[in-house]
């Protein structure tokens, strides 16, 4: 079965760029060396996870959407696939092709299940790219995310991470803002050692997550 959704080249360049540097490097564990895509009726979410660290980037349709739909999809679309690191940043080479003017353009997002799972990615008036999906079964990340309830009630004022996590963070924050002049925030969760979130004001479709070290 394929499911097909429609967004623009720059929402797809976005959650690319927002879950890129989250993709595990370790080559013994391919589903994690990949950028998952999942649609769920009236979501689309970009996600990606090392184990230690995970971001998500989040397209709504209607109710769910604040300022209109940011995807097109038939009623009860539901799919899923994680495409390889390498062929994701292809990918973003491609949609960053696409100057600001032409970035409002349409890429039609074709996620087909069967064995062997893959997807196309279908750019206007450019190049049809095909992929070739990973096989596995994705970490539900989306769970780690503490609630904004949790987060608003926090006390703990410490958390130690590893730099090389808080890097990723850098990173994909400085893609989705403004030249990276925009303040990072960070929200820490309450209960002892738990995963600290942080988001962009200037894209709200963005979480970024990094697990805490003993210390």
């Given at each position: 079965?394929?499911?097909?959704?429609?967004?623009?080249?720059?929402r797809?360049?976005?959650?690319?760029?927002g879950?890129?540097p989250?993709?595990?490097?370790?080559?013994?564990?391919?589903i994690l060396?990949?950028?998952?895509?999942?649609?769920?009726?009236?979501?689309?979410q970009?996600?990606?996870?090392?184990?230690?660290?995970?971001?998500?980037?989040?397209?709504?349709?209607?109710?769910?959407?604040e300022?209109?739909?940011?995807?097109?999809?038939?009623?009860?679309?539901?799919?899923?696939?994680?495409?390889?690191?390498?062929?994701?940043?292809?990918?973003?080479?491609?949609?960053?092709?696409?100057?600001?003017r032409?970035?409002?353009?349409?890429?039609a997002i074709?996620?087909?299940?069967?064995?062997?799972?893959?997807?196309?990615?279908?750019?206007?008036d450019?190049?049809?790219?095909?992929?070739?999906?990973?096989?596995?079964?994705?970490?539900?990340?989306?769970?780690?995310?503490?609630?904004?309830?949790?987060?608003?009630?926090?006390?703990?004022?410490?958390?130690?991470?590893?730099?090389?996590?808080?890097?990723?963070?850098?990173?994909?924050a400085?893609?989705?803002?403004?030249?990276?002049?925009?303040?990072?925030?960070?929200?820490?969760?309450?209960d002892?050692?738990?995963?600290?979130?942080?988001?962009?004001?200037?894209?709200?479709?963005?979480?970024?997550?990094?697990?805490?070290?003993?210390g």
């Amino acid at each position: 079965m394929t499911t097909t959704i429609t967004t623009s080249i720059d929402r797809l360049r976005r959650a690319l760029e927002g879950t890129i540097p989250f993709t595990s490097s370790d080559t013994t564990t391919p589903i994690l060396n990949a950028v998952h895509l999942k649609v769920s009726d009236e979501r689309f979410q970009a996600a990606a996870t090392d184990r230690y660290a995970a971001a998500t980037y989040r397209l709504h349709r209607g109710a769910r959407a604040e300022d209109g739909d940011e995807f097109v999809a038939d009623d009860g679309a539901a799919a899923e696939v994680a495409i390889a690191v390498q062929d994701a940043k292809a990918l973003l080479r491609t949609a960053k092709t696409y100057k600001r003017r032409a970035a409002h353009l349409e890429v039609a997002i074709a996620i087909d299940e069967n064995r062997p799972a893959g997807a196309t990615f279908d750019f206007l008036d450019g190049p049809t790219v095909a992929v070739t999906g990973v096989e596995g079964e994705y970490p539900p990340i989306a769970r780690l995310f503490p609630t904004g309830e949790h987060l608003a009630e926090s006390t703990q004022s410490e958390v130690i991470f590893d730099a090389t996590f808080a890097a990723k963070v850098h990173k994909a924050a400085h893609a989705l803002t403004a030249n990276g002049h925009t303040g990072v925030h960070l929200r820490l969760n309450t209960d002892g050692v738990k995963p600290v979130v942080f988001d962009v004001k200037e894209d709200e479709r963005w979480r970024g997550l990094l697990m805490p070290v003993r210390g």
